[in-house]
């Protein structure tokens, strides 16, 4: 069984910073694409970031020069800096994952349950 957990989300005020985590664990045989999404209240799930297994990065346009992922493959996690928050940025935040489960031969697409980024005054 393969899982991702997320952590890290929370009330900020504008202008602040948070860190988000995503952990994979389970019978993890390799894990390629690892990427962040958000849902706001209303609005479709949309593409934040991405990182390869090699370390090349994606960015919406919205967060470019404020958000940064990031990964560490020896303990299977990808992080999510963001800084400069606005009221735009609130959102429910899910990890994704490309992950090929031991003993299985291809790769498939896991989701976390999300964490609420909740950015106010």
């Known amino acids: 069984q393969v899982q991702l957990v997320e952590s890290g989300g929370g009330l900020v005020q504008p202008g602040g910073s948070l860190r988000l985590s995503c952990a994979a664990s389970?019978?993890?045989?390799?894990?390629?694409?690892m990427a962040w999404y958000r849902q706001a209240p209303g609005k479709e799930r949309e593409l934040v970031a991405r990182?390869?297994?090699?370390?090349?990065?994606n960015y919406a346009d919205s967060v470019k020069g404020r958000f940064t992922i990031s990964r560490d493959n020896g303990k299977n996690t990808v992080y999510l800096q963001m800084n400069r928050l606005n009221h735009e940025d609130t959102a429910v935040y899910y990890c994704n994952a490309e992950i090929r489960p031991r003993f299985v031969s291809a790769y498939r697409s896991y989701w976390g349950h999300g964490t609420q980024v909740t950015v106010s005054s």
């Open positions: 389970g019978m993890i045989g390799s894990i390629n694409e």
């Open positions: 990182v390869t297994s090699g370390g090349s990065t």
